[in-house]
C-alpha cells in the first residue's frame, strides 16, 4: 500500500522560512519522483516543482525560483521543499505527488504526470 504524507506546514510571517518534508512508503523510494503542487482558495492545484528520482533535474514554477529548493533524502524516503522568503502569495494547502520512474520532462507541473497523492499539509504567510 502506498502512502505519501507531507509534514511542515504552518503560519509564518513575510519573508520567513518554511520546510516541507513529504515522506513516500510501499514504493522503491529511490525510483520515485516527487513533485509538489499548490492550491489556494479559490484557485486551480498549480504544480509548483519536480524533483526527478535520479536527482539530474528539478523544475521549478517561475514564481518560485530563487526561493525554494527541493532536496531529498533516500534514506529516509523523503524529499524536502525549503521555502524560503515567502510572501502571502505563497499562501495555500500543499501537496506531494509520487510519480515511479517519471523524468520532470514533459508537462511536469500537470496533475497526469502524478500517480499517488498526499493529503495536503498548509501554509499561510502572513503580511
Known amino acids: 500500500q502506498v502512502q505519501v504524507v507531507e509534514s511542515g506546514g504552518g503560519m509564518v510571517e513575510t519573508g520567513g522560512p518554511l520546510r516541507l518534508s513529504c515522506t513516500v512508503s510501499?514504493?522503491?523510494?529511490?525510483?520515485?519522483?516527487v513533485g509538489w503542487f499548490r492550491q489556494a482558495s479559490g484557485k486551480e492545484r498549480e504544480g509548483v516543482v519536480c524533483?526527478?528520482?535520479?536527482?539530474?533535474?528539478?523544475n521549478y514554477v517561475d514564481s518560485v525560483k530563487g526561493r525554494f529548493t527541493s532536496s531529498r533524502d533516500n534514506a529516509k524516503n523523503t524529499v524536502y521543499l525549503q521555502m524560503n522568503d515567502l510572501t502571502p502569495l505563497d499562501t495555500a494547502m500543499y501537496y506531494c505527488?509520487?510519480?515511479?520512474?517519471?523524468?520532470?520532462?514533459?508537462?511536469?507541473?500537470?496533475?497526469?504526470?502524478?500517480?499517488?497523492w498526499g493529503q495536503g499539509t498548509q501554509v499561510t504567510v502572513s503580511s
Open positions: 510501499g514504493l522503491t523510494f529511490a525510483y520515485v519522483t
Open positions: 505527488a509520487a510519480a515511479p520512474y517519471y523524468n520532470c520532462k514533459g508537462s511536469w507541473w500537470s496533475r497526469r504526470e502524478y500517480t499517488y
Open positions: 524533483a526527478n528520482w535520479s536527482g539530474d533535474l528539478t
